[in-house]
């Protein structure tokens, strides 16, 4: 393969030796495990303890469901269920360190021979289609409340023609970052969206605009009326204009994360803090719970395609807190929280 670029508004992006119209699933794996070893590395390097790794496997149940009888009788959920062919992947966890309070980093690559509900409801031409799935996920939760929660995830899927249908794979990326804190900092705030815009300056000057206002969209509590954070970006069903420019904007993206976020939590880990602050974090973490079980589309997908659920579940803070309808103190740093960064503004 030759080395190809894609011009773009700003300039022209290296897309590297990737064939523009080649489906590559074998360069977006390897890029994935590399992407997660080296924030592994660098976390571990800040907060001075080791990630605890878990390798695993997927169960292959496709030949058990086959041999079950059928019970047309009872429109169960059974038939629901996909059919698990393999892949498997690796869990990274660091809890009780003295930055991360919990911290989780997750590699998957899983296949199947038919999708959950969730995923073929808005697109029926995936039915029948053998796919694979793969991506990188991870959500810290750091220990200070001063420093702010993060997640991020880089994502690929492709779903292989019928045999014999002459159609060809259908296929996309997803992704982004976004910054969930519980005090607010306008250079924070100011730096983590800079860092995204400037990861994805190469495609477009619409594309940060256009990535964080769909992240605004996204992380949004509709039972509250309130965003999850102050955003970041976010973007799915990423196909264009070809394979390898949208592979190098997902790897743009995944690759800018240190930078990101790093900077901020050593800016912030020695700022004093006491119960008042570790218990607004707890209120908060509520909504981050609130959100990932009732709203977020990639807990539900993992959970129906018969994903792994503690890998899943990892996102999970490690210590939360409801109170009935909780009201910071008026000019309080906490209601600053509420009234001046979880609301829509352009950072950048």
């Not at 360069?27 to 924030?39: C, E, K, Y």
């Not at 469901?65 to 992947?89: D, H, I, N, V, Y």
């Not at 949004?220 to 264009?240: V, Y």
């Not at 959970?303 to 909780?326: C, D, F, K």
């Amino acid at each position: 393969m030759n080395n190809q670029t894609h011009a773009t508004s700003t300039g022209t992006v290296d897309t590297g030796a990737v064939d523009t119209g080649t489906v590559d699933s074998a360069a977006v794996r390897t890029w994935l495990v590399g992407l997660q070893r080296q924030i592994v590395s660098a976390l571990e390097a800040e907060d001075g303890s080791r990630f605890r790794e878990d390798q695993w496997q997927r169960e292959n149940v496709a030949k058990s469901e086959q041999s079950q009888p059928s019970q047309q009788s009872q429109p169960s959920q059974q038939s629901e269920k996909p059919a698990l062919t393999g892949g498997g992947g690796l869990t990274c966890i660091l809890e009780g360190g003295a930055l991360l309070e919990r911290g989780g980093i997750g590699f998957s690559n899983v296949s199947g021979t038919r999708l959950p509900p969730s995923a073929t409801a808005a697109r029926p031409q995936l039915v029948g289609r053998h796919w694979e799935a793969m991506g990188v996920s991870l959500v810290l939760h750091p220990r200070n409340p001063f420093i702010p929660t993060v997640h991020l995830n880089v994502r690929f899927f492709v779903a292989q023609p019928i045999e014999g249908s002459g159609e060809q794979p259908i296929w996309w990326f997803g992704g982004g970052m976004d910054l969930t804190p519980y005090y607010g900092f306008e250079e924070d705030a100011a730096h983590f969206h800079r860092t995204c815009a400037d990861a994805l300056q190469p495609f477009g000057a619409e594309t940060y605009p256009r990535f964080k206002a769909w992240c605004d969209d996204y992380f949004f509590l509709k039972h509250r009326g309130e965003p999850r954070g102050i955003g970041g970006i976010f973007f799915d069903d990423l196909a264009e204009p070809d394979f390898a420019t949208a592979f190098a904007l997902t790897q743009a993206v995944g690759n800018g994360f240190i930078e990101a976020w790093l900077p901020i939590a050593k800016r912030r880990r020695d700022h004093a803090y006491g119960e008042r602050e570790r218990e607004w974090q707890a209120l908060r973490r509520g909504r981050y719970v609130e959100f990932n079980l009732v709203w977020d589309r990639g807990t539900l997908f993992g959970l129906q395609s018969g994903g792994r659920t503690e890998s899943i579940l990892m996102s999970m803070p490690p210590g939360v807190q409801w109170a009935y309808n909780h009201q910071p103190e008026p000019g309080s740093p906490e209601a600053r929280l509420l009234s001046h960064y979880l609301v829509p503004r352009n950072w950048v």
